[in-house]
C-alpha cells in the first residue's frame, strides 16, 4: 500500500487518483506531520510500503515571516515521516523544490548541483532533503512551477484575472518549467515503480517565463489579454526568487523510462480537462 500524506492537496488528489486501489490518504485531519506521535501513531498503525510526503508549507513569501512554522512543518515534519519510515522498513517519497537553488547556474539544475535557497522557503525544503536521508530508504523528487484542478494555482490565477481585465503585468526574468500536477504523479508513481533512489528532478519539459506562460494561458483560453513584461525587482515580493531555476530531467527518463510531456502540451491538456470537469 501508498500512503499519501497530504491526500487532499493539489499533487496529493491526483497521485490518488493515478495510485486507484493502490492510495489510501491522510490529510491534516488525520495526521499532524509536525507531532512526531501523530506521525508514528499513523505510520505505524498502516505499515506501508511507501510514504509520500505531499504535505507542505508552500506560501513562500509567508515563510519570510513565519520562519518557525516553514521549518517546523518542511524541515522537522519530515524528519518525523523519516524516523517512521525507517521504524517500519518503508520508501519515504520526499517531495522537494527548485527553491533550494539560487538559480545562477544559467544553465538547467542536475540532482548533483550544490544547493544554494535564496529565501526561507527554499532553506526549510532543504532542510526536509536532509531530514529525509535519515531513512535509508528514501526518494527526492525536486519539481517546480505547479498547477492543477485541485489548488490555487498560476493558472486560475491568470484566468481570473483575465475575465476581469485585458492587460496584465507580469514578471519576465524568472525561467522555469511550468508543471502539471498530473504530469508530476505520473513522474512519481514511475519512479516508485522503477525502483529509484536518491534525488530525481521532474518538471515538464522546456522552459519559458512567468511572462510567456501567461500569454500562453490566455491563448490556449481564447482570452484577448496584453501581457506586459516586468522586472522580478520591480515586482519587490519579500522571499527572494532564483532567475534561472530550470531542471534538467533526463536521469529521470533515463531510470525509469518516462519523459514528461513539453509544458504547453500539459497546458493545453489541463485547460481541455478543466472544461470538461467545470461543464
Given at each position: 500500500?501508498?500512503?499519501?500524506?497530504?491526500?487532499?492537496?493539489?499533487?496529493?488528489?491526483?497521485?490518488?487518483?493515478?495510485?486507484?486501489?493502490?492510495?489510501?490518504?491522510?490529510?491534516?485531519?488525520?495526521?499532524?506531520?509536525?507531532?512526531?506521535?501523530?506521525?508514528?501513531?499513523v505510520v505505524g498503525h498502516l505499515k506501508p510500503e511507501v510514504?509520500?510526503?505531499?504535505?507542505?508549507?508552500?506560501?513562500?513569501?509567508?515563510?519570510?515571516?513565519?520562519?518557525?512554522?516553514?521549518?517546523?512543518?518542511?524541515?522537522?515534519?519530515?524528519?518525523?515521516?523519516?524516523?517512521?519510515?525507517?521504524?517500519?522498513?518503508?520508501?519515504?517519497?520526499?517531495?522537494?523544490?527548485?527553491?533550494?537553488?539560487?538559480?545562477?547556474?544559467?544553465?538547467?539544475?542536475?540532482?548533483?548541483?550544490?544547493?544554494?535557497?535564496?529565501?526561507?522557503?527554499?532553506?526549510?525544503?532543504?532542510?526536509?532533503?536532509?531530514?529525509?536521508?535519515?531513512?535509508?530508504?528514501?526518494?527526492?523528487?525536486?519539481?517546480?512551477?505547479?498547477?492543477?484542478?485541485?489548488?490555487?494555482?498560476?493558472?486560475?490565477?491568470?484566468?481570473?484575472?483575465?475575465?476581469?481585465?485585458?492587460?496584465?503585468?507580469?514578471?519576465?526574468?524568472?525561467?522555469?518549467?511550468?508543471?502539471?500536477?498530473?504530469?508530476?504523479?505520473?513522474?512519481?508513481?514511475?519512479?516508485?515503480?522503477?525502483?529509484?533512489?536518491?534525488?530525481?528532478?521532474?518538471?515538464?519539459?522546456?522552459?519559458?517565463?512567468?511572462?510567456?506562460?501567461?500569454?500562453?494561458?490566455?491563448?490556449?483560453?481564447?482570452?484577448?489579454?496584453?501581457?506586459?513584461?516586468?522586472?522580478?525587482?520591480?515586482?519587490?515580493?519579500?522571499?527572494?526568487?532564483?532567475?534561472?531555476?530550470?531542471?534538467?530531467?533526463?536521469?529521470?527518463?533515463?531510470?525509469?523510462?518516462?519523459?514528461?510531456?513539453?509544458?504547453?502540451?500539459?497546458?493545453?491538456?489541463?485547460?481541455?480537462?478543466?472544461?470538461?470537469?467545470?461543464?
Amino acid at each position: 500500500m501508498i500512503l499519501v500524506v497530504g491526500a487532499r492537496g493539489m499533487l496529493g488528489r491526483d497521485l490518488m487518483s493515478l495510485l486507484g486501489d493502490r492510495g489510501q490518504g491522510v490529510d491534516i485531519e488525520e495526521i499532524d506531520i509536525t507531532l512526531p506521535e501523530s506521525v508514528l501513531k499513523v505510520v505505524g498503525h498502516l505499515k506501508p510500503e511507501v510514504v509520500i510526503n505531499c504535505a507542505a508549507y508552500t506560501d513562500v513569501d509567508g515563510c519570510e515571516n513565519n520562519t518557525e512554522t516553514a521549518m517546523t512543518v518542511n524541515g522537522e515534519g519530515v524528519a518525523y515521516l523519516a524516523m517512521a519510515c525507517r521504524e517500519i522498513g518503508a520508501l519515504l517519497v520526499q517531495v522537494s523544490t527548485d527553491y533550494i537553488f539560487d538559480g545562477g547556474k544559467g544553465t538547467p539544475y542536475v540532482e548533483d548541483d550544490a544547493p544554494c535557497p535564496l529565501s526561507v522557503y527554499g532553506e526549510s525544503k532543504l532542510a526536509g532533503e536532509m531530514n529525509a536521508a535519515f531513512s535509508p530508504d528514501h526518494l527526492i523528487v525536486r519539481t517546480q512551477w505547479l498547477y492543477g484542478l485541485h489548488g490555487k494555482n498560476f493558472v486560475e490565477t491568470m484566468l481570473r484575472l483575465g475575465a476581469e481585465k485585458d492587460e496584465l503585468t507580469v514578471v519576465d526574468d524568472q525561467i522555469g518549467s511550468p508543471t502539471w500536477t498530473v504530469d508530476l504523479a505520473r513522474a512519481i508513481i514511475a519512479l516508485i515503480e522503477s525502483g529509484c533512489r536518491g534525488i530525481y528532478h521532474a518538471a515538464n519539459a522546456e522552459f519559458c517565463s512567468w511572462n510567456d506562460f501567461a500569454t500562453a494561458i490566455f491563448e490556449e483560453a481564447g482570452l484577448l489579454v496584453s501581457v506586459k513584461p516586468m522586472t522580478t525587482a520591480e515586482l519587490n515580493r519579500p522571499a527572494q526568487r532564483p532567475l534561472y531555476s530550470t531542471l534538467e530531467c533526463s536521469k529521470l527518463a533515463s531510470d525509469t523510462g518516462f519523459k514528461p510531456q513539453p509544458w504547453r502540451a500539459a497546458l493545453c491538456e489541463y485547460m481541455k480537462l478543466r472544461t470538461t470537469t467545470s461543464s
